[in-house]
């Protein structure tokens, strides 16, 4: 990889990917119990599921921005920037206990801001990688280690349900903010003269579903994260009841098969067939979630490690294969486009689907657990099915 790249120009998208994923890290895993320990356990859901909301019109509007009216690296700075006030916002709201709707309203600011920036970074990676199925894996490793890293550093501050967690995550998106700045800008998108509206919101890429197996790719990944939504508001407390305190810091420990797996990526993509790398994450998933309803403190340790594998063999490689079936035109689209299914469709339903779940799983303040990691399981295995039974994979669309 090295030889492909200049050492220097590694070492900036590795640690482009690597501040990303810790400043992302930092408020997302510990939000669930932030919300808890403030007394508002009841809006989780619906705080959530704001990212999903944002996702329907964030990632394709600055996607669309980065392929035709600005740089991404430019797109990029700004969306850090306005994450991290947003984020600093949100964090002060939930602190000195402002209005539920206030409250919301900021944490869905702050998902419109930060929804688009996973999808522009990875446009920036991808266009300076000479093959993305070697060098992807890799590199988006750094940025588990990130993810992991924020999650640790959250728990030694002992932020794990405190608002500094959230400060502190927002001072990380100012420091990316300045390292895009080192970053060159990439080729002058196109012009803007003479597009529709659709053009310029993005929405033009919804013609990349017209294709049978790409069309299949994007629905597994979004129907993947339904399930998948269900994981990280609802295994902290099943932590807690079980003994195991310092949430955010267990939670990190899915990230350690997420890196295994992201190392092992590009050598499985040029050996297996994808339609097996897939179905190993989904059934990897199923697994999960069975683990997790056996209901002791280890076998929900294990269902956490299995989920970083389960994460990336879905999602990473249907990120790799969409970027290698899509000209590079469309590069920032395509990846916004799998942001919008996957964070607003899959997380949307996700977020509010195993909330409702959650409620009917709960009696008088007890969960039946095993009842309710259960249900998700066998939405994933459905997932399983609908991939199996779609899925063709008899070569490249025309054209393209």
Known sequence: MLTTLR?????????????????????????????????LAHIRPYAFA????AAFVSPL?????????????KVLRWLALATALAMAAASTAIRFGADV????????????????????????IFARLADAKKEFGPIRAIATIGWMIGCLAVSALGAD????????GAAMWLVVC???FWLPALETPKSAVGLTWAQRFGYDALELLKNRDTRVIFLTAALFTVPLAGFYPYTPPHLRELGLERTTAWMSLGQVTEIVGMLALGTMLLKW??????????????????????????????GVILHGGSFTFVIITAQIYIDQRVDPAWRARAQALMALLNSGFGSMAGYLGTGAWFAVCTTDGRVAWPVFWLGLAAAMAAVGVFFLATYRGRGRPPGQ
């Open 7 to 39: 050492r220097a120009e590694y070492a900036e998208l590795i640690g482009l990917f690597f501040l990303q994923g810790a400043a992302l890290g930092m408020w997302f895993v510990p939000l669930s119990a932030v919300l808890e320990a403030h007394g």
């Open 50 to 53: 704001t990212s999903g909301v």
């Open 61 to 73: 509007l600055f996607g669309a921005m980065a392929d035709r009216h600005a740089s991404p690296v």
């Open 101 to 124: 709707w206030v409250t919301l309203a900021l944490i869905q600011v702050h998902a419109f801001c930060s929804s688009p920036t996973w999808s522009i970074a990875s446009t920036i």
């Open 161 to 168: 349900r405190s608002t500094l967690a959230g400060y502190t």
């Open 178 to 180: 300045g390292f895009t």
């Open 273 to 302: 067939r994808l339609k097996w790398i897939l179905l190993l994450g989904l059934a990897l998933g199923v697994v999960r979630f069975l683990f997790c309803a056996i209901g002791t403190p280890w076998a929900l340790v294990v």
